[in-house]
Nanobody, 123 residues
Framework: QVQLVESGGGLVQTGGSLRLSCAASGRTFSNYVIGWFRQAPEKEREFVAAVSRSGSNTYYADSVKGRFTISRDNAKNTVYLQMNNLKPEDTAVYYC????????????????WGQGTQVTVSS
């Protein structure tokens, strides 16, 4: 089992940057694929990015490709989401989630979730 805690959200202007962190408990962090998802008000949760267990493979939603970078530091049990050139449509609660097995963009396949961190991009 793994517990996840997100941090780093906040208010930023259009074009600005934020770095989200997802800190995990447990000694088996490196056994899990980690994904970032987001949910805006009155919208369904959507996939943002995911990173493989070793960090060598990553996968992005088209809407964030080229602007967001996901990475992980298994020694620190932490996954990062660097978000650049933020847009108002990036405003949402961002969640990190963990799963075993393949790197996937399907939220229902993730077993463990954090509580979320709010990102607000002003125009």
């Amino acid at each position: 089992q793994v517990q996840l805690v997100e941090s780093g959200g906040g208010l930023v202007q259009t074009g600005g940057s934020l770095r989200l962190s997802c800190a995990a408990s447990g000694r088996t962090f490196s056994n899990y694929v980690i994904g970032w998802f987001r949910q805006a008000p009155e919208k369904e949760r959507e996939f943002v990015a995911a990173v493989s267990r070793s960090g060598s493979n990553t996968y992005y939603a088209d809407s964030v490709k080229g602007r967001f970078t996901i990475s992980r530091d298994n020694a620190k049990n932490t996954v990062y989401l660097q978000m650049n050139n933020l847009k108002p449509e990036d405003t949402a609660v961002y969640y990190c989630a963990a799963k075993r097995g393949a790197l996937l963009a399907i939220s229902d396949r993730y077993d463990y979730w954090g509580q979320g961190t709010q990102v607000t991009v002003s125009s």
